[in-house]
């Protein structure tokens, strides 16, 4: 952020960077004047506050997350700000033989995504290929792979989560929603730069020693007249003019790497906002021909919220503190630093809990080839999962950040480089067709984020039947085992 600001900087001043040919102000304009146009509050506003919001965005992705068990650590929840940048159809898309479509759009407080793919190189199901006899199976497997069609296996997925972006009850964690308090940051710190922009002026008076005419020489800074009229005058020298131009600009320049120097509010206002409660509901539809395998549906439902500060905490927090920081409101920037003095733990741990129910439905496959008097018949199945999962990240834990350069380190100055994860999932079937025994499986995780863009994950498997562990790197027993990945961090 602070590179971005300093080149906007630049290109502000380097019209006037060549001092020897050409002063940096309008000579027709005032010091205040010269001052706001180098400053370019406005812009420079905006451009900052979005430049927050970008940097909070990019802080909330760069987090450590497991990648061995994908719905922990940054969680599933946490891929959702994707709808508030994405709107409207993508298009169809054909590339390797995958048909693909994708609407996302905004339903007042919803964002939906539509998906849908369709494989159009889809072949005979495993299982159905193996059924048949070993006499018959390469000839029959050719002939019923011909007979299917290119939307025999289609797979659609609605996911609708809850954005709310306003009011001192919000939810989601799409830091654009977040924009008015990142905003607020900016502006409080603006305000700043305007008194020390009258601080300099007094500074740059003293410097010039008293006028000959014993007028003020912050009036001349400050006043109303033009440059060119305090030089034609002589109240103001074109040497001395042309020195506190430069001063201007060096302090422009000073003023706006204060301005970048958000980094500490902003690292934790993305851990306010990375706590946020979240509601997810996903829906998928897996529509098969008896050839390309059984029709499965699943519903899911799945509330994640952060057990230590966040947002609303902070909001409703400075809606009843009536002291001089705030006032009643939040939109301030000394009333934000006053609720990070008050509670400087707010948030940093990251301390996540989420709950979700979901429910399967796998449909029964009957096949039958009647001139080779061959029958395929799999049973149907319905399941009931539950899921609770509990992470925290480790802020104080500096390891990798002590070794690695500034540019290569994760969490920026609250470091979200290590997180600790514990996933228990329990599967019931609906009704028993012998497809599903009740199956209890525990996962225990530890992600260290080594860069911004690679991380390790160590996790530890219980599951009450081994034949539920699933596959695990080292098997300790039959029912735990160590699974353990370096590569790319992240749900996949």
Known sequence: MKKILSCSLLSLLAAGAAFGQAPICDRSQTFQDCYDRLMDAASLEAGAARLVVEQTAGELSSKASSSIAPNTGRGLLDLLPVFATSFGIDGLKNSDGQLTFDRRFAAGQLRVSLKGTAYLDAELSEPLRLALPDSIRATRAADLDRQIGDFDK?????TVSREKATGDTRFGRDAADYADLATALVRGQASRLNLDFR????????????????????ALLLGGDPIGQLIASGRLGA??????ERGLADTVS???????NLDQNTDRLDELINNQPQILFDGILKDRDALT?????????????????NVNEYLRWARGNAADACRGDAFRRSCFESYLATYPDAGNAGHRLAFSLSYADTRPIHFELPADQFVFDRPGAEKLVGSLTYGCY???????????????????????????????RYESPVEDAGVLEDRLVATLTFTQGMTLNTGMSFGLVYANRPEFLGEVDEKLSANIG???KTGMPGPN
């Open 254 to 260: 000073a003023m706006t790497a204060g301005l970048a």
């Open 239 to 244: 040497a001395d003019a042309e020195k506190i």
């Open 394 to 424: 480790f802020p104080n834990f500096q390891f990798f950040n002590q070794i690695l350069p500034a540019g290569m380190r994760t969490g920026a100055s609250v470091n979200q480089g290590t997180r600790v994860d514990l996933e228990a």
């Open 293 to 309: 395998g059984p029709v499965e549906r699943s519903a899911s439902f799945t509330y994640e919220m952060g057990l230590a500060g």
């Open 482 to 484: 160590l699974r353990w």
């Open 199 to 218: 601080q300099w002026a007094g500074s740059a008076a003293l410097a010039l020693g008293p006028s000959p005419e014993g007028e003020s020489r912050v």
């Open 154 to 158: 289609v797979d659609y997925q609605l």
